[in-house]
T-cell receptor, first 114, second 112 residues
Framework: GAVVSQHPSWVICKSGTSVKIECRSL??????MFWYRQFPKQSLMLMAT?????????EQGVEKDKFLINHASLTLSTLTVTSAHPEDSSFYIC??????????FGPGTRLTVT | AQSVTQPDIHITVSEGASLELRCNYS??????LFWYVQSPGQGLQLLLK??????LVQGIKGFEAEFKRSQSSFNLRKPSVHWSDAAEYFC??????????FGAGTTVTVRA
């Protein structure tokens, strides 16, 4: 099956700094990627839809200035958590959609803000 | 309110026994239906999906699910569980925009 990677897998940053998470589709082109957030022992919550070459669409309640999404190419989307605070600590997961509509998920990035 | 419900937070099952995970949805129209499995350190993996047609869907790893429109349900089953099936299972729905809405998840523990 298709492979989606995320980098880094785990990152620790200090409060007030920004951190960038990359999501790559390794063997297919993805015009659409999705970003999810998962709290411990909880479900995934869709944060935003990332479309190549256009602005991301954010779900209600997600701060677009806090979570910057860039989909620069058909194989790469990035999520930048700006001015991170401890409450932003979470597990961030991306998925990439194939032309046939299937979604493949990355392994996730654990962000810890100290 | 539109929602996906997985009533069972945690299920413990003996190895070799059967497993059934429940999923109900509440939407005006019938959505696309999915089951995913999440193992520690790994990304979500699609077990099976239902878009239309035969209401009994076969998936990977010996799983199957049955769509019941009258009950708004899409329950996942496996006849004989293996220790490697211990994981978190998520039911999810989507419409034409492919934006997935997930249930809260069910943790499956397999005892020897």
């Amino acid at each position: 099956g298709a492979v989606v990677s995320q980098h880094p897998s785990w990152v620790i940053c200090k409060s007030g700094t920004s951190v960038k998470i990359e999501c790559r589709s390794l063997d297919f082109q993805a015009t659409t990627m999705f970003w999810y957030r998962q709290f411990p022992k909880q479900s995934l919550m869709l944060m935003a839809t990332s479309n190549e070459g256009s602005k991301a669409t954010y779900e209600q309640g997600v701060e677009k200035d806090k979570f910057l999404i860039n989909h620069a190419s058909l194989t790469l989307s990035t999520l930048t958590v700006t001015s991170a605070h401890p409450e932003d600590s979470s597990f961030y997961i991306c998925s990439a959609r194939t032309g046939s509509g299937e979604q493949y998920f990355g392994p996730g990035t654990r962000l810890t803000v100290t | 309110a539109q929602s996906v419900t997985q009533p069972d937070i945690h299920i413990t099952v003996s190895e070799g026994a059967s497993l059934e995970l429940r999923c109900n949805y509440s939407y005006g129209a019938t959505p696309y239906l999915f089951w995913y499995v999440q193992s520690p350190g790994q990304g979500l993996q699609l077990l099976l999906k239902y878009f239309s047609g035969d209401t009994l869907v076969q998936g990977i790893k010996g799983f199957e699910a049955e769509f019941k429109r009258s009950q708004s349900s899409f329950n996942l089953r496996k006849p004989s569980v293996h220790w490697s099936d211990a994981a978190e299972y998520f039911c999810a729905v989507a419409f034409n925009d492919y934006k997935l809405s997930f249930g809260a998840g069910t943790t499956v523990t397999v005892r020897a």
